[in-house]
């Protein structure tokens, strides 16, 4: 039953629905049941010598249906809803405090504020952040631009829990098992000796698969379930030099390879933080096909950029997928399992879903929604900034990324600020060196002749000959991710190449105003021109014709 009000608003009337006393009851044994539990030490931290923070989940299900229970007799306040408001531009954007509650609620007290600690040890002062817990930031964007090699406080963060603390890595090990000859538990020592496994250093690129979505966002609001929908602007994508070892080397090595076919097999990665879904917790976990493992050089790596991996990125070792939206690059890796299908975690089934135009609110399910795997060609203009006002010599500086995941790399970039009808080619030696498997920032002065409000875009082209659509309309998805289109900026052109414009100019720098500071919208402060000069004009070309 629904009641329609003034608001043209369907508003559903209260009503109790059957079982409704016997499910309360319920609830409340299970609640009981379950704190007994906790006081009994039954949500313990596996390997208390090695972690700080890991509950293991996956292991013990009586374990996990009776946090689940917990889950559910607690009462949390909604999630709060970005999607209907703008988000606002200062740090941090959202507050996550109903995650810390998660948390709180197992028992996990001191996950969330360890996690914050991570972040002011480790990250630049000037991150933008997009979620405070779980931690997710983005690097200041003219940062960014400084090196195609993203320093390491600067690399942009994505977590879906929080960090868990590895205080003992001399006893930390790696499990691997599943579809292999031979089960392996690995120390760190031995993945880094390189009498067992060849060392190896790999320029990666990460793009986490949300990048942009706030494009998607202003434009139609979508799935608003808070951690798998950040409001990323355009610098959730980072590029580090990664040390470690090919997956494929170990399981060959040291697991005498995988018992079934390489076409059916999948490599499951999981994780020592948790992750909560809906009332389930897990550990996160995720899966890559195996022909990503022995083609693409997926790698489990412990150092970033020559220095051990940070806390916050995985510490004491992460997996590393190439080309492959950052989800299946999994931080703070335990176990390793070769599988005949796709992980059933809910980070692998149930999220980093592509669905169609048919699918909403009303009718999506995990099931008819295409998994995403390798990321797209996009790039993104990083300055200047949507809505500047810019004053220049006919030329208009642009500088950004372009990034392609799979086997691709990016072959073209290519600007426009007309909206997309005419594009120039940024010359190759304005474009950071191509390797395998990163990005490249580009910068350039494209010709701009106009005055006022302008629409410039930017798109790559990359070495499959895939570009960019140009709208965002025709990537907006559900689950709001991917959003892949030319990435568009409307700025306001102040051309000094034309000579009305460089004498306002200099009416106003006599007049000791500053140009750049007056807001766009509010008339001059004196006529736009004596009577004598228009006459002249106007006599020299008429209003009207004369016969
Ligand atoms: N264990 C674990 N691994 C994880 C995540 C996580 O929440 N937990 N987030 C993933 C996502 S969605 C992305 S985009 C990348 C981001 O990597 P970074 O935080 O090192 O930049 O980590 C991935 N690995
Ligand atoms: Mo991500």
């Given amino acids: 039953m629904a009641t329609k009000t003034a608001s043209g608003l369907n508003v559903p009337t209260a009503r109790r629905i ?8 319920a609830a409340k044994t299970a609640e009981a049941a379950a704190r007994a539990l906790k006081e009994d030490g039954q949500f313990k931290e596996e390997q208390p010598d090695v972690w700080e923070g890991y509950v293991e989940w996956e292991k013990y299900p009586e374990k996990k249906r009776l946090a689940g229970e917990l889950m559910k007799a607690t009462k949390f306040p909604p999630p709060p809803e970005f999607q209907l408001a703008p988000v606002p531009k200062r740090n941090p954007v959202l507050y996550g405090d109903i995650y810390k509650d998660f948390h709180h609620t197992v028992g996990m007290d001191s996950v969330p504020e360890y996690s914050w600690g991570c972040v ?31 320093p390491n406080d600067h690399h942009f963060v994505r977590n879906h829990g929080g960090i868990p603390k590895c205080i003992n890595p001399d006893k930390y090990e790696v499990e691997i098992s599943g579809k ?9 020592s031995d993945l880094k000796d390189p009498k067992q496994f060849p060392q190896r250093k790999l320029a990666v690129t990460l793009q986490c698969c949300g990048t942009r979505r706030i494009e998607q966002i202003a434009l ?30 170990v399981l060959e090595k040291a697991c005498g390879g995988i018992t079934i076919d390489r076409m059916q097999a999948h490599a499951e990665f999981i994780s020592a933080d ?48 190439p080309g492959v939206i950052g989800a299946r690059s999994a931080k703070w890796l335990t176990r390793i399992n070769i599988l005949d299908a796709p992980s059933l975690a809910p980070v692998q089934s149930k999220e980093y879903l592509y ?11 995990f099931s008819n929604g295409f998994s995403i795997e390798r990321m797209p060609v996009s790039s993104a203009i990083m300055t200047p900034n949507d809505g500047d006002i810019i004053i220049h010599d006919g030329k208009l500086h642009l500088e950004g990324w372009a990034y392609s995941g799979g086997e691709n790399w990016v072959e073209r970039i290519e600007c426009s600020v007309d909206g997309g009808f005419t594009w120039y080619v940024v010359p190759e030696e304005n474009i950071s060196k191509k390797h395998y498997y990163t990005w490249r920032l580009w910068k350039y002065d494209i010709p701009l002749d106009a005055e006022g409000w302008c ?3 930017v798109r790559a082209w990359d070495s499959s000959c895939n570009t960019q659509p140009i709208s965002v309309r025709s990537v907006w998805n559900w689950d709001l ?11 306001y052109s102040v051309n000094r190449t034309k000579p009305l414009t460089a004498q306002r100019l200099k009416e106003y720098e006599d007049a000791g105003i500053d140009f750049a500071a007056e807001p766009i919208t509010r008339p001059v402060p004196w006529p736009l021109e004596d009577m004598d000069t228009y006459l002249a004009r106007v006599r020299k070309y008429p209003r009207e014709p004369v016969d």
């Fill in 18 to 25: 059957p079982g409704q006393a016997e499910a309360e009851r």
């Fill in 455 to 457: 629409e410039v875009l």
């Fill in 274 to 321: 948790t992750y909560f879904k809906y009332d389930t917790l897990y550990n996160y976990a995720v899966s890559v096909p195996y022909r990503f493992v022995d083609k693409e050089n997926v790698m489990l790596a412990w150092e970033m950029n020559g220095e051990p991996l940070p806390e916050i990125h995985g510490f004491p070792l992460r997996v590393v997928v």
């Fill in 180 to 188: 292999i000859n031979k089960k392996a538990s690995l120390k760190l």
């Fill in 355 to 365: 669905y169609s135009g048919q699918f909403g609110k009303h009718n999506t399910l």
């Fill in 120 to 150: 002011l040890k480790e990250k630049s002062k000037t991150m933008n952040h997009v979620l405070a817990f779980p931690y997710n930031g983005e690097p200041n964007h003219l940062e960014l631009l400084k090196d195609p090699v993203t």
């Fill in 220 to 249: 139609y609001p979508g799935h608003g379930l808070l951690v798998p929908n950040a409001p990323w602007p355009e610098a959730a994508i980072g590029n580090a030099v990664y040390t470690g070892v090919y997956l494929q080397d």
């Fill in 481 to 491: 991710h991917v959003t892949q289109s030319c990435h568009k900026i409307k700025l």
